[in-house]
């Protein structure tokens, strides 16, 4: 049973970076699975974010790609997001998901606030 | 980029009835879309993979079809634990979630 779990700052102010990280327990992130990050501003819907391959590849939103940066470290079995010159649209729950063979896992969420 | 549209955006069903829900995508995934529901406060809920499979635990009332562009997610008998938010997800190529079909208590 794969688990996720994300960290990071609740709070984050205007125009600058945000960084989570989602830590996987129950297997490799470098195995042959897609790592994502998915988002869901309050009372809106759910938006893919971007992905990380475990042998390195990424993929991103082309309407956030100028600003999403989606990393791993191996050594500590985790991925990471980094979404820069952020503004209040960017407040939402941010979940790290993947799809590994015929189901797909999800942390549980950790809401992001954009604020001064 | 592959966008899906869900219709519609809401769905007011008494309990037992049927609900069908719809997911269209704007070119063919085969047969690569998922269908989960969220509730308020809770993290998405897988029902559905590989467009007609059901996931682990779901019952069967719930049942999903369509391949290429076109797809359905059909609740045969809603019951009160069924009132929620549906999305259904393509994940051919990157992933795209559709706006979501809320399904609420006629």
């Known amino acids: 049973q794969v688990l996720l779990q994300e960290s990071g700052p609740g709070l984050v102010k205007p125009s600058e970076t945000l960084s989570l990280t989602c830590a996987v327990s129950?297997?490799?992130?470098?195995?042959?699975?897609?790592w994502s990050w998915v988002r869901q501003p309050p009372g809106r819907g759910l938006e893919w974010i971007g992905e990380?391959?475990?042998?390195?590849?990424?993929n991103y939103n082309p309407s956030l790609k100028s600003r999403v940066t989606v990393s791993m470290d191996k050594s500590k079995n985790q991925f990471s997001l980094n979404l820069n010159s952020v503004t209040a649209a960017d407040t939402a729950v941010y979940y790290c998901?993947?799809?590994?063979?015929?189901?797909?896992?999800w942390g549980q969420g950790t809401p992001v606030t954009v604020s001064s | 980029e592959i966008l899906m549209t869900q219709s519609p955006a809401t769905l007011s069903v008494s309990p037992g009835e049927r609900a069908t829900l719809s997911c269209r995508a704007s070119?063919?995934?085969?047969?690569?879309l998922a269908w989960f529901q969220q509730k308020p406060g809770q993290t998405p809920r897988l029902l559905i993979y590989?467009?007609?499979t059901r996931a682990t635990g779901i019952p069967a009332r719930f049942s999903g079809s369509g391949s290429g562009a076109e797809f359905t997610l059909t609740i045969s008998s809603l019951q009160s634990g069924d009132f929620a938010v549906y999305y259904c997800?393509?994940?051919?190529?990157?992933?795209?979630f559709g706006q979501g079909t809320k399904v609420e208590i006629k």
């Open positions: 998901a993947a799809r590994i063979h015929l189901s797909f896992y």
């Open positions: 129950g297997g490799s992130i470098s195995s042959d699975n897609w």
């Open positions: 990380i391959h475990g042998g390195g590849n990424t």
């Open positions: 070119q063919s995934i085969n047969s690569d």
């Open positions: 590989a467009a007609s």
């Open positions: 997800l393509q994940y051919n190529y990157w992933w795209t």
